[in-house]
């Protein structure tokens, strides 16, 4: 199984996950920079397939990690280098960064919502207040009533 190959390795440290991830990002930025060629069109085509083959790829993570649960988020966050110095450091595209860490925060966005409507709910308890009530109303379901976490 490819996933099985990309995490083999004596430690976590040297699974390719995430340094293929980044080292298909900086290609990508490559393609536009520095080729040697100067023919538009070939330029074009060839980071179109990158950005392709770059989409594909981050999308396999994230199926590995949400949906299909073959990856625990633990091991992916331990060699996941911060958003920042994604981009500083290693000089990946912002999109690209976000998109690395888009399975972190799908996978924490419920959790998130109940902590964000719960303290909404006890502020709007604690003021008493029509307009803080309605707020926290819309957060915890929206206009139709339904809820966020699921």
Same mark, same amino acid.
């Given at each position: %199984?490819?996933?099985?190959?990309?995490? @083999?390795?004596?430690?976590? @440290?040297?699974? $390719? $996950?995430?340094p293929l !991830?980044?080292? %298909?990002?900086?290609q990508l930025e490559y393609t536009l920079y520095a080729l040697p060629t100067r023919h538009i069109k070939e330029v074009a085509e060839l980071h179109d397939r990158v950005n392709? /083959? /770059?989409?594909?790829?981050? /999308?396999?993570i994230e199926q590995c990690i949400v949906k299909d649960k073959l990856l625990a988020l633990e091991q992916y966050l331990s060699v996941l280098?911060?958003?920042h110095r994604l981009i500083s450091e290693y000089g990946v595209h912002p999109a690209f960064a976000w998109a690395l860490w888009r399975p972190v925060i799908t996978a924490l966005e419920p959790? &998130?919502?109940?902590? &964000?409507? !719960?303290k909404l709910a006890a502020a709007a308890a604690a003021a008493g207040d029509e307009e803080g009530d309605e707020l926290?109303? &819309?957060l915890a379901g929206g206009p139709g009533g339904k809820s966020h976490g699921g």
């Open positions: %199984m490819v996933l099985e190959e990309l995490q @083999d390795g004596p430690a976590i @440290d040297q699974q $390719l $996950l995430v !991830a980044i080292a %298909m990002s900086q392709d /083959t /770059t989409q594909q790829y981050l /999308t396999f280098p911060p958003i959790e &998130l919502m109940v902590k &964000l409507e !719960a926290a109303g &819309l």
